[in-house]
């Protein structure tokens, strides 16, 4: 199965974005692709049951139509760390019970891109972590870098772990989430010099803009490539 494990710096620093504007750079490649978010915490409470905006997003950015849960198997309200919010839920996340539904995306598509939760070891139950997830998927993995003060030591760490892990690093791609942030060359000339993947793409600051339109950022060639 070709497909690929994005995981972040932190929270809120793009990988929603990152992920849906690939699928999008996937598909304009002439690939069939379909996203997967395992787990979600903070999501909407509606008639159909709770839905996620990052999961939506990947969900309507596949090739084919999937049902939500097959997208968002594990979807928690609270906006809160997901192994806390599968504790009051009284829920376990099985990392078995995602590998099984990656799997079968597997066969639907050329494809398939999973988005963690958090950053790379954000717990997801008493035992496994988002790192552990990554493993178990055996999915090379990408850094989403959200370019923002800190940044570097916060990507260096991250990198260090995944590098532990003994996946593969497929690369990163720098998200500038603070359009304010001084020395921007600089610092992605820094983490090229010192992280030890390619780097893919440098994401615009998009104002809201659909993540397709960032799509041809990507140098999705060095992915496909391996």
Known sequence: ????????????????????????????????????KPVASGCRATAAG???DDALMLQEAGSSPLGYAEVNPYAFEPPI?????????????????IADGVDALGTRADCVVVEGVG?????????????????ALGLPVILVVGLRLGCLNHALLTAESIER??????????????????????????????????????????????????????????LLQH
């Open 81 to 97: 760390a997901p192994h806390i919010a599968a504790h009051q839920a009284g829920v376990s996340v099985d990392v078995a019970v």
């Open 165 to 222: 892990s003994g996946l593969g690093f497929a690369g990163w791609v720098v998200n500038l989430v603070d359009p304010h942030m001084a020395s921007v060359a600089e610092n992605v000339q820094d983490l090229m010099l010192r992280l030890p993947a390619p780097l893919l793409g440098v994401m615009p600051h998009m104002h809201g803009r659909p993540p397709r339109l960032a799509a041809p950022a990507l140098n999705i060639e060095r």
């Open 50 to 52: 709770l839905r996620n």
């Open 119 to 135: 950053g790379w070891r954000v717990p997801l139950s008493e035992r496994a972590d988002v790192a552990a997830l990554a493993a």
């Open 1 to 36: 199965m070709n497909g690929w494990f994005v995981t972040g710096t932190d929270t809120g620093i793009g990988k929603t974005f990152v992920s849906v504007a690939l699928m999008h750079a996937l598909r304009a490649r002439g690939l069939s692709v379909l996203g997967m």
